[in-house]
């Protein structure tokens, strides 16, 4: 992001900015790969590769906040590859991180991982480290430290079914499980701090937060969550796409005042629920439209969105959680005109 661009976004989230509606999308490899025309494999292991697409994104789409803007990433093996899954990797899917966690016995002998030098955790930070120089030549800045949150970590180690039963069957064990989890996440993302001191947000996405209900929630994901943004951060960013019915209301309890929902609920429900705490970074249907309608239909539903939310001074125009797959550059293009059509 540039400076201006996070003035921008500190501006939003006191609720000061004014002018036109500001333009955000989480990027990362679902979408950056396929529009930049290379393989996810050359995507993850090929830093040149990695770094011009995103500064491709950026040129593209001047007037847009990418965030976490140049996001340094493994998929969804990057926490769990700390803990010693076996990260499997294809050329052009997803990767995928296997279970190390096969009996709720084998927590008690999870180790809290070293972010400096377990799994793909120094290979990340070292890209960032020799990217920062380009990043900032071109005009911006690393401003978020980025990791899953601790549920959806969790779900990776030990199946997202058999975290669930351990929840209910043997909760004293699932305790057990989150606190070395967030023993390690608080480790990892001071580390991204103190090696690039620009990051002065963090990003955590978590959607297993949305598989539970209110008393879980409670339980099993708000205690670690609170703990876990109790840093002196100015942005405190959270994405769950999953249902955020049963626990929206207590994302500013737990500090967060920025959030990437799904579509569960709209947004004007979700500033009621958290009395207009929270700026939305949302939420156009991501596949269903986005992706898969033409630009004229794009352009028509997020006027349509936006002209829907009664508070627009806490809302940057999105898709209901991070880009998708296939979303063309004439599509993203005819988002921007339809929200730049509205002022604050």
């Known amino acids: 992001m540039t ?27 679902p979408w950056l790969p396929k529009w930049y025309g290379i393989s996810i494999l050359d995507y993850f292991t090929n830093d040149e590769l990695w770094l011009k697409a995103n500064l491709k994104a950026l040129e593209t789409f ?8 140049f996001w340094s990433e493994y998929g969804m093996c990057t926490e769990p590859s700390a803990f010693g ?18 009996s ?12 400096e030098t377990d799994g793909l955790l120094p290979f990340m930070l070292n890209r960032l480290k020799n ?3 380009a990043i900032e030549a071109a005009g911006h800045k690393i401003r978020f430290s980025v990791s899953r949150g601790p549920l ?16 209910m069957m043997e909760p004293d064990k699932v305790h057990k499980l989150l606190r070395t989890i967030t023993d390690f996440l608080k480790k990892w993302h001071r580390l991204q701090r103190e090696t690039i001191p620009t990051i002065d947000g ?33 942005v405190k960013f959270f994405h769950n796409d999953a249902d955020c019915t049963m626990s929206v209301k207590y994302y500013p309890e737990i500090g967060i005042n920025l959030y990437n929902p799904g579509l569960d609920l709209s947004i004007n429900e979700i500033h009621s629920a958290t009395e207009n705490k929270l700026v939305v970074l949302g939420s156009l249907p991501p596949r269903d439209v986005l992706a898969a309608c ?51």
């Open 294 to 344: 033409s630009p004229e239909e794009v352009y028509a539903q997020t006027k349509e969105m936006i002209a829907a939310v009664d508070n627009k001074s806490k809302l940057i125009a999105s898709s209901g959680g991070g880009m998708p797959p296939n979303v063309s550059s004439e599509n993203i293009e005819a988002f921007i005109k339809a929200a730049q059509e509205f002022s604050i």
């Open 202 to 234: 963090m990003l955590m996405l978590d959607d297993i937060v949305g598989f539970v209900g209110e008393d879980e929630f409670l339980e099993f994901g708000y205690p670690y969550l609170k703990e876990l943004y109790d840093e002196d951060v100015s």
């Open 85 to 102: 899954a076996k990260s499997v990797f294809w050329k052009n899917e997803f990767p995928f991180a296997e279970k190390v966690i096969h």
């Open 131 to 133: 990217a920062q120089p």
């Open 62 to 69: 001047p007037d847009v906040m990418f965030l976490p803007g």
């Open 152 to 167: 959806n970590v969790a779900s990776f180690l030990m199946g997202t079914t058999e975290l669930m039963t351990t929840m």
């Open 104 to 115: 709720s016995d084998d927590i008690d002998n999870l180790e809290v991982p070293n972010p």
């Open 3 to 29: 400076d201006q661009q996070w003035n921008d976004l500190l501006l939003t989230i006191q609720g000061e900015r004014k002018g036109t509606l500001p333009t955000g999308f989480i990027i990362d490899c």
